[in-house]
C-alpha cells in the first residue's frame, strides 16, 4: 500500500546509493532531484559510506541516514520506505547489489526496500567491464528486466583505473532525465508515435554579420532545439535539424542542416518545411540585420567614434511557415513557436501566438543566467483554443517530450 502523497509536496524518491567509487557523482544527482521539487531520502548500502560519508547525504538530501534496519525499529524503515516511495533508483548499482535484488536477498536497509518498494525501480549499473559482462551479472540483469525493473545500461568511457571499457555510471544529467522519464511515464520506453512523420526543428541563434569579425547575435545555445531533435527520433520521426550557431554533437539519426544568418536558415527551413508534418521553431532569430555588411574590419579610428550601424528587418521565418500552411492545398502540418520573453512572460505570449498564428508557443522566460545555456528549462505552452500547459523546470528533454505529446495529439 502506498502512503497518499500530502498536498503541494514533490515525488518521494528513495535514492540507493552502492559501494562503487561513482556514489560522489550521485552527489549531483541528488542535488538536482532536490532542487527540482523531489523529496529525496538515500538509502546507502555500508560500503557506500567507505566513498561518500553519512553526512554529505543527510546534508544534500535533508533526511536521516541510515544503512541498517536496526534503527527507528518503531517505524518499520525496512517496509515503510519502500511502500511510500514513487520511485526508487539505484545509483551506482554494483555487481553485488544487483545479485541480491535478483535474488531477493535483503541484509541491510536498501535490499530490504527493494522487496518492499511497489513503484517503478531503477537501476544504474556501474562497474568494471569485465563484471558488467561475466554471465551471472548478465543474468541478473536479465532477472530484474524481466521482474520489469528499468537497468540502465552503463556508459562507455575511462574506469577507475587507467583502462576503459563499458561500466560507467552515466552522467547525473542523463541519470536525472532517466528519474524524470521513469517518474512521468512508469519506463523508459518512449512511444513511437512519431514514426512515419517528418519533423523540422530549428535551433541555436542566428546572426547577422557587421564586418568579417563582428556580428550582432544572441545568447542561444541551441540546446532545447537539440533536446527536441533527439527527442523526436526516439520517438520515430525523420528528423531535419536546422542549426545556427551551436557547439553541440550532432543528435544521432537526424538530418543536420547548417545556418549562419535569419535569411540561411529561412531558406533551410523552407527548403524542408513545406513536407513536413511539423515544424518547431526553436531557434532564436535576429529580428534586425545590418543594412550594409563591411567586407573590410571596420577601423578604430581613435577619436572619431563609430559610424551609426543602420538596421533593417529580417524575414520572419514562422510567420512565413504559417503563410505557407495555411494556403488552400497545403500539407496539414502543425506549427510551434518559441517566445523568449523577459517580462509580462504570460500576457506577451499570447499577444505572439495571435500575432504569429501558430498551433502552439513554448513561452519561457529567459535572461542573463536564466535558460539561455542552462541544461533545464521550464514553460508554458499556448493555444490558439486559450489552453496553457505548465512545463514545470526539468530538463529541456523533459519539456521537449511535453511539445511532442501535444503535437501528436493535434496530428492525430
Ligand atoms: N522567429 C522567426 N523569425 C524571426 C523572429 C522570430 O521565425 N525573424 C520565431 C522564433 O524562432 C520563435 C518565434 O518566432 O519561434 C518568436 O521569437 P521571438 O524572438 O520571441 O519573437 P519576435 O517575433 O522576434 O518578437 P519580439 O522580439 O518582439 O519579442
New binding site residues.
Partial sequence: MTDARPAGEGPRVLLGVGGGIAAYKVCELLRRLKESGHRVRVIPTRDALRFVGEPTWAALSGEPVTTEVWSGVQDVPHVRLGQGADLVLVAPATADLLAKAAHGIADDLLTNTLLTARCPVVFAPAMHTEMWEHPATRANVATLRSRGCVVIEPAVGRLTGADSGKGRLPDPDALFEAALRVLDRGSLALPQDLAGRHVVV?AGGTREPIDPVRFIGNRSSGLQGYALARTAVARGARVTLVAANTALPDPAGADVVRSGS?REMRDAVLKVAGEADAVV?A???A?FRPAEYESAKIKKTAGAGLAPIHLVE?????AEVVHAARAPGAHPQVIV????ETHDVLEHGRQ?LAR?GCDLLVVNEVGESLTFGAPDNAAVILSPEGEAVDVPRGTKEALADVVWDLVTARLR
Wanted: no cysteine; glycine share 6%; aromatic share 6%.
Fill in positions: 530549428s535569419t521553431m531557434a532564436a532569430v529580428d529580417n524575414p520572419d521565418i514562422l513557436g518559441f517566445a523568449a505572439k504569429k
